[in-house]
């Protein structure tokens, strides 16, 4: 499995991001791209402890368990996936803006190392090892890369 916090693997997402124009089309869903890189930036920051998500007991009892398996396995993410309604942009984010945030948190990845990742409680999946971290943030962002072609 490729790992934000490998170089090359962190390279090669960024080059991969660094591909994208503002008028880049979505091959699905309904964001524009930098709806999309600035969606991105979310989940990251749940794992860096930067941005605090209240976790729903009840979802997760039930769910969690399963969807934590899913989303960390080696498959890819399946198109369309409910999202964390804070993980949802309704405005037009400066693309040029979303893009820098995006690529500046995946940078830190390989430069921090897993001292990068400060929460070990995901707000809906619970405990969460590093590595699960690391596999669900690359498998994140590749979904979305793919969405938008690149």
């Given at each position: 499995m490729?790992?934000?916090?490998?170089?090359?693997?962190?390279?090669?997402?960024?080059?991969?991001?660094?591909?994208?124009?503002?008028?880049?089309?979505s091959q699905w869903g309904k964001m524009t791209v930098s709806q999309m890189l600035k969606h991105?930036?979310?989940?990251i920051k749940v794992a860096q402890g930067t941005l605090k998500l209240k976790s729903n007991w009840l979802i997760?009892?039930?769910f969690a368990r399963s969807a934590k398996k899913q989303l960390t396995d080696s498959q890819p993410l399946k198109k369309d996936l409910p999202t964390s309604k804070e993980f949802i942009i309704n405005y037009?984010?400066?693309?040029?803006?979303?893009?820098?945030?995006?690529i500046e948190l995946v940078s830190k990845f390989a430069q921090e190392g897993e001292a990068f990742i400060?929460?070990?409680?995901?707000?809906?999946?619970?405990?969460?090892t590093i590595q699960e971290w690391d596999t669900l943030q690359w498998k994140h962002l590749d979904h979305?890369?793919?969405q938008f072609g690149v």
């Open positions: 490729k790992s934000l916090f490998n170089p090359k693997d962190n390279k090669d997402i960024i080059d991969r991001i660094e591909q994208l124009t503002p008028i880049t089309l991105c930036q979310q989940p997760s009892f039930f037009e984010p400066n693309f040029e803006e979303a893009k820098k945030g995006l400060k929460n070990k409680k995901h707000p809906f999946f619970g405990e969460m979305h890369l793919k």
